[in-house]
């Protein structure tokens, strides 16, 4: 699998309505430490939205189109989180590729070493044979650096997550309710004077089968090419020690993007 940023066509959208269903690929993974605010505010809002269109045509005509959207909400004391993306691949008039996620997330008290944190999720991979998975948690989040230029934190807690798999035709179908251990490592920080790094790790694992984990890397660069405009380059991989039916243990996405800030 490999991804061409070929963009001959950049339309930057209005804010994307914003198709929810973890974070690319099948797995439930959110890079949500690269959208925290780090300004020390009372009440700050924040955001952006990015788009990548490309449209090639040889043998056959491609169409690729990849759209985000994130809102951060601080009240000095609380932290609030909304974020969203959708991806669509065309053939050829055939649809390959269609996946998206909305992820909403809580952080009492996020200046404390020690947070509460809730967050909601719900996610579709068409191209995977997920026809829905929708999840909800809460775990603490523990702050182990903090700069102005790199931060480290760790989270661990519990969610309930229910998903829907079914293949083309409809023949096999699969629902699953699970109760899931999950525990992250997350790490931001600016590598050179115009390249930040955002990178989180999960591993999830149904308590009775700690040895059968869900590990899952989000790495993400963003290049500044002026002060509200950046380029994306993400690669997400998921290990499932226990896959779906129509799914491999090992998948992985490479995403190409720009993205505007305010």
């Given at each position: 699998?490999?991804?061409?940023?070929?963009?001959?066509?950049?339309?930057?959208?209005?804010?994307?309505?914003?198709?929810?269903?973890?974070?690319?690929?099948?797995?439930?993974?959110?890079?949500?430490?690269?959208?925290?605010?780090?300004?020390?505010?009372?009440?700050?809002?924040?955001?952006?939205?990015?788009?990548?269109?490309?449209?090639?045509?040889?043998?056959?005509?491609?169409?690729?189109?990849?759209?985000?959207?994130?809102?951060?909400?601080?009240?000095?004391?609380?932290?609030?989180?909304?974020?969203?993306?959708?991806?669509?691949?065309?053939?050829?008039?055939?649809?390959?590729?269609?996946?998206?996620?909305?992820?909403?997330?809580?952080?009492?008290?996020?200046?404390?070493?020690?947070?509460?944190?809730?967050?909601?999720?719900?996610?579709?991979?068409?191209?995977?044979?997920?026809?829905?998975?929708?999840?909800?948690?809460?775990?603490?989040?523990?702050?182990?650096?903090?700069?102005?230029?790199f931060s480290a934190?760790?989270?661990?807690?519990?969610?309930?997550?229910?998903?829907?798999?079914?293949?083309?035709?409809?023949?096999?179908?699969?629902?699953?309710?699970?109760?899931?251990?999950?525990t992250s490592v997350?790490?931001?920080?600016?590598?050179?004077?115009?390249?930040?790094?955002?990178?989180?790790s999960y591993y999830?694992?149904?308590?009775?089968?700690?040895?059968?984990?869900?590990?899952?890397?989000?790495?993400?660069?963003?290049?500044?090419?002026?002060?509200?405009?950046?380029?994306?380059?993400?690669?997400?991989?998921?290990?499932?020690?226990?896959?779906?039916?129509?799914?491999?243990?090992?998948?992985?996405?490479?995403?190409?993007?720009?993205?505007?800030?305010?």
């Amino acid at each position: 699998m490999y991804c061409i940023f070929n963009i001959r066509v950049i339309s930057f959208l209005v804010f994307p309505f914003i198709m929810f269903a973890a974070a690319p690929s099948v797995s439930q993974v959110v890079n949500v430490e690269r959208h925290r605010i780090q300004e020390d505010t009372v009440k700050t809002l924040s955001g952006g939205f990015g788009a990548g269109l490309e449209i090639s045509k040889n043998t056959s005509q491609i169409i690729r189109l990849n759209n985000s959207a994130d809102l951060t909400y601080s009240t000095g004391l609380h932290e609030f989180l909304l974020l969203g993306r959708n991806s669509f691949l065309r053939v050829e008039g055939e649809n390959v590729l269609n996946d998206g996620f909305i992820h909403l997330r809580s952080v009492l008290y996020s200046r404390n070493v020690i947070a509460p944190e809730f967050f909601l999720q719900a996610q579709y991979n068409l191209d995977w044979g997920l026809k829905r998975r929708g999840l909800a948690g809460a775990a603490l989040r523990i702050r182990f650096a903090q700069s102005e230029n790199f931060s480290a934190f760790a989270s661990t807690g519990l969610m309930f997550e229910n998903e829907l798999w079914e293949d083309d035709e409809g023949a096999l179908r699969e629902e699953r309710n699970l109760l899931k251990s999950t525990t992250s490592v997350n790490l931001r920080g600016r590598i050179a004077e115009n390249l930040d790094l955002a990178a989180i790790s999960y591993y999830q694992a149904r308590p009775d089968r700690m040895h059968k984990p869900r590990f899952t890397s989000d790495w993400q660069l963003r290049f500044r090419i002026s002060e509200n405009l950046r380029f994306v380059f993400q690669f997400v991989s998921t290990y499932d020690s226990d896959p779906p039916f129509r799914s491999s243990d090992f998948i992985y996405k490479i995403n190409n993007m720009l993205e505007v800030r305010f």
